[in-house]
């Protein structure tokens, strides 16, 4: 369980880098009355602002939290709460956090029976 939980933790830090510093917006400024426009690309943190550091630490906390406290209650509670909120913000953000959920899920709830925390 503890492989499986540090997998979803680096999965949930990986996505969050990857939003802080992948331009995930586009849009085109006109400039002049010419009405030629340039395209224009930014990142979540450069169009969110520092709001959007809450939005990306919340599911590394989440995963965190099971190598920090490793019992099954804390394994199973943050599974369901980043699966939930993936889920949510699936058509923003959340789908690039649905592995580290799906990980995450399988190390809180595993097919075979295994030594009671």
């Known amino acids: 369980m503890k492989n499986l939980t540090a997998i979803s933790f680096w ?3 990986a996505a969050s880098g990857f939003l802080l510093i992948v331009p995930t917006y586009s849009g085109t400024t006109y400039s002049g009355s010419s009405g030629v426009g340039s395209p224009v690309h930014a ?3 450069q169009v969110t602002g520092p709001r959007a550091l809450i939005y990306l630490v919340v599911p590394v ?3 965190l939290a099971p190598m920090l406290i490793p019992k099954r209650g804390v394994r199973a509670g943050s ?7 993936a889920v949510i913000s699936a ?4 789908l690039l956090y649905l592995p580290s959920a799906f990980v995450l899920l399988l190390a809180a709830f595993p097919s075979s029976p ?3 925390d």
């Open 61 to 63: 906390i989440l995963t």
């Open 79 to 85: 599974a369901l709460v980043l699966t939930t909120l």
């Open 11 to 13: 999965l949930a830090l």
């Open 114 to 116: 295994v030594e009671s």
């Open 91 to 94: 058509f923003s953000i959340g």
């Open 43 to 45: 990142t979540l943190l």
